[in-house]
């Protein structure tokens, strides 16, 4: 798996690396700002039959279809109505294949944060909603907790996997 | 000179395989032994042979060193065009192109085509096996000076950073001394002013000469570690009297326009051996006179080599009509001259009508590079990319990606198109206001959009002579191998189709021949029996029709025997006995899977691949195929396929509350269905009369699991369609039938994966992403799943969720 080492090959300058924070209920979740190519609001997308709840379909980004994949339905928590604050963070995934641009829906976008590395804890076991092995580390910031998110593990697991192409 | 190659062996590469065909058409095109026909294969190899000599692929260039060496004695008249010569350079021509593609990291030549071919050129050129000669040396023939190499001439010009990389020539020549006397000439022309001397890097080039009975490869391992950091070529020294050539080199004022380079020219002499260069300062005129993109100069050049005539000549082949040369043997060279085979009359064949003793001041005319029959396509494939000539240089090389992120950029533009005039309408229509010019400039914006696009989409068409100019050779050795007397007759091959549906439809195209040449022509005698000319024709033709292009492969020959192919449909199930079917009919069952009538497998057709597989290689396009037959006077299958795959003609439809798109060339019809026309099935409407045949239906709703319509039940009264692919019908029952139009196809594998049933999604007038449906795929799960129609059936396909909920 290429997207454990990608935490090894990114380089540290010495004030740290820049994160994008986005809320889920409440909680703060962490990306790499690099990996985040827009921030849109939300607008009807196109559903293909027969996919998770959680891939809401596709939209055209300037000539590109992308999927969009609704993280509060990814993570098993209740679905929100859609409104004016929801937000569509549109990221840059590495898989086998290169690069893929795919939009995720958070309830709203958080703040930037410089992040030095040794400020990051690793997360221990969490059992429940998010597991573990979506989860880069812990940072502990003005009394609250940023979960920084794995993008490239979580894109590329379950069904949003690049399976081999389908015969036929 | 120390610049990475790498980047155009690609180049060289692609430039070589258009050789190939150049050089293939032509050779097929020789019944007359027509001078400039052979010209133009000799060019088409003598530009192999140096690329491939320039890159180090040594195989290739020694082996078509000798090919050159053939083509050059039949260009000289000395051999007489014949049938098996044309035949052993064809041959020639296959372990070419295997050599170049194993040099590409494609698999092995087959050694023993190699070898058989070699001998039959060695055999052709009348000489004794010789070693192996590397390129720019001395040809094999001069078999009267020593073969075996005194020694070995040693050209290391290693790259300016090898020292950085822990090397030190000094001890490689320190190596080279242990195997005999070494002479080692440095050359340090490159070196630069002391003030600019990095002392880190390496600016001297060597000339090595080593009097030894080593083999090339104890020289070549002494290189081992530095390969990749030096160009260095090794040559066998023999010991030759002192020979060679005088040149005088007076070259076209304006030579250096047409992109040719003395100071190269020289350069390659200098690989031939000595070279003492005087230069004729006489026409300079003063400097305010001076045009600096004229060549004032012309050069004496003394050249003390072993190399013949030809291989001076050959330096400046690509200048001779720029310039003027006259070559004359130092004494010496005389008695070596006369030991090979000298082709005065070669040199002066070689020359372009407009004499090379022409006139410096007069203009440059270009050399008629076209044969007088022209070959398809060698028309516009002669080398004029390797013959830098101003004047006919009327195409650039662009890279596909290139013209791809146009063809997506105007892709772009017809929808902003779209979407605007959609919003000029709502305007117009909400105001009422009659915004003439506002609506005028919208119908103008809306026509240029389309011109753009058209022409940006002509921009990736080619010539479908690319896919036919490899048939001639296909029928001549088939139909050699069969016994059959055939003629082949192409037309339409200027019609253009796009380059990525080119390169897919030659393998099916090439079995359909095949399949004409093997099962549909007749031997001479039972032609002559039949009362026909004992040669066959097939005939190829391409040209469009509406938005799509047809190519025909029509034969005279025995046609298709329809009660065979019904006993044999029989036999495996494929029809039942009482089935009434008209011939046209039963004729179409030969592209049904797990058909064929090769009583035995063939070498030519059958080995189990038949005409399904042709078939679903043209539906896979977009296109399909069908025959006519007409018993005892021939076959005639037509392939049609859409001129692009960026686009296709679509038919959108509702289900549920989304618009998807359905290939229109997959529609058979599109109607309302009645209570009359469905056959209950175990209590359930699942086949649809239609036509004398009973086609299943496959509810678009039930099978994406959306929830069913109201008046679904029994399907009467719904809307289907009946597409068909791979000669299975199937109507899809679906909410709305909107209307058709063109859409541009989009990937959804680029940033997700491919998703079965579906070919792609494109954008719509209002910036919308709709899905396009892939028929093929929704058959293959409609079927499977067993269409039931409550959402509840099992899995419809491989992407089922069980616990999905439908949210909107």
Known sequence: MNSHELGDDLTYSEDGQQYLSFLLE????????????????WAPVTPIPEMPDYLRGVLNLRGAIIPVIDLRLRFGLPALVYGPTTVVIVIKVQSEKGERIMGIIVDAVAETYTLATGQIQVSPQIGGVINSEFITGLVAHDDKMIVLMDIDQLMNSGELAVAAPVAG | MSIDLSQFIATFLEESYEGLEVMESSLLDMDSADEETINT????????????????????????????????????????????????????????????????????????????????????????????????????????????????????????????????????????????????????????????????????????????????????????????????????LCITPAAGWRVEFIPGADIVQTGNEPSLMLDTLTDLGELTVEANLSNLPALADL???????????????????????????????????????????????????????????????????????????????????????????????????????????????????????????????????????????????????????????????????????????????FVFNRFPRLVHDVSGKLGKKVDLVISGE?????????EKIGDP?????????????????????????????????????GGVIVIDIIDDGRGLNTARIRQKALENGLITEDQAMTDQEIDEL???????????????????????????????????????????????????????????????????????????VSIVETFQADKKSLSPIAGENKLLHFRDEYIPLIS??????????????????????????????VGLVVDELYGQQQVVIKSLEVNFKPIEGFAGATILGDGSVALILDVTGIIKRGLSAGMAHSANTGNGGLQAVPDRENVA
């Open chain 1, 26 to 41: 409440d909680e703060e979740y962490g990306i790499d700002i690099l990996r985040v190519q827009e921030l849109r609001g």
């Open chain 2, 41 to 236: 294969i000799f060019r088409a190899a003598h530009s192999i042979k140096g690329g491939a000599g320039t890159f180090g692929f040594n195989e290739v260039a020694d082996f078509t060193h000798r090919v050159e060496t053939l083509l050059d004695e039949m260009r000289s008249g000395k051999q007489a065009v014949t049938g098996p010569l044309v035949n052993l350079l064809l041959e020639s021509v296959d372990c070419i192109k295997a050599l170049l593609e194993s040099v590409q990291g494609g698999a092995d030549a087959d050694p023993e085509m190699l070898a058989s071919v070699q001998k039959g050129l060695e055999v052709a050129l009348g000489e004794a096996p010789a070693e192996a000669v590397p390129v720019a040396e001395r040809p094999a023939e001069v078999a009267t000076v020593a073969s075996v190499p005194a020694g070995w001439q040693i050209d290391f010009q290693p790259h300016k950073d090898l020292l950085q990389q822990g090397h030190e020539p000094a001890f490689m020549f320190e190596a080279l001394e242990d195997f005999g006397e070494l002479n080692v000439q440095p050359d340090c022309s490159g070196l630069p002013a002391l003030a600019a001397l990095d002392p880190e890097l390496l600016h001297i080039n060597w000339q090595i000469g080593l009097t030894s009975d080593c083999s090339e490869d104890d020289v070549k391992e002494i290189f081992e570690w530095v390969e990749d950091e030096c160009d260095l070529s090794i040559s066998p």
């Open chain 2, 291 to 465: 045009n600096p993109e004229l060549i004032y100069l012309s050069w004496q050049l003394t050249l003390e080599s072993d190399c013949d005539e030809a291989s001076v000549r050959e330096v400046f082949e690509w200048v001779e009509d720029e310039c003027e040369i006259n070559v004359s043997a130092l004494s010496g060279a005389e008695e070596a001259v006369q030991a090979t085979e000298a082709q005065p009359a070669a040199v002066a064949t070689e020359t372009a009508p407009d004499s090379p003793q022409a006139p410096v001041s007069e203009p440059v005319t270009p050399a008629p590079a076209e044969p007088k029959t022209p070959a398809p396509a060698a028309a516009d494939k002669t080398p004029a990319a390797r013959k830098p000539k101003a004047t006919e240089s009327s195409s650039i090389r662009v890279d596909t990606d290139k013209i791809d992120a146009l063809i997506n950029r105007v892709g772009e533009l017809v929808i902003t198109q779209a979407m605007l005039g959609q919003i000029g309408q709502e305007l117009m229509e909400s105001t009422g206001a009659d915004f003439e010019r506002l609506q005028s400039g919208l119908e103008q914006l809306e026509r240029n959009t389309r011109d753009l696009q058209e022409d940006v989409m002509r921009v990736r068409m080619l010539p479908i002579s």
């Open chain 2, 494 to 502: 200027q019609t253009e189709i796009d380059k990525t549906v080119m």
């Open chain 2, 509 to 545: 195209l090439v079995h359909l021949i095949r399949n004409s040449l093997d099962h549909g022509l007749e031997t001479p005698e039972e032609r002559l029996a039949a009362g026909k000319n004992e040669t066959g024709t097939v005939q190829l033709n391409a040209y469009h029709q």
């Open chain 2, 590 to 664: 030969i592209f049904k899977p797990g058909f064929s009538t090769a009583e035995e497998v063939s070498d030519l057709s059958g080995r189990g691949v038949g005409m399904d597989v042709v078939r679903r290689n043209i539906e896979s396009l977009g296109g399909n195929v069908s025959v006519r037959s007409d018993p005892g006077n021939g076959a005639k299958f037509s392939v049609s396929l859409p001129l692009t795959l960026a686009i296709l003609d679509g038919q959108l439809v509702r289900i549920h509350d989304q618009t998807y798109i359905l290939p229109l």
């Open chain 2, 700 to 729: 678009m709703r039930a099978l994406f699991k959306l929830p069913p319509e109201a008046k679904e039940e029994g399907f009467a009264g719904s809307l289907i369609a009946i597409v068909e692919n791979g000669g299975q019908k």
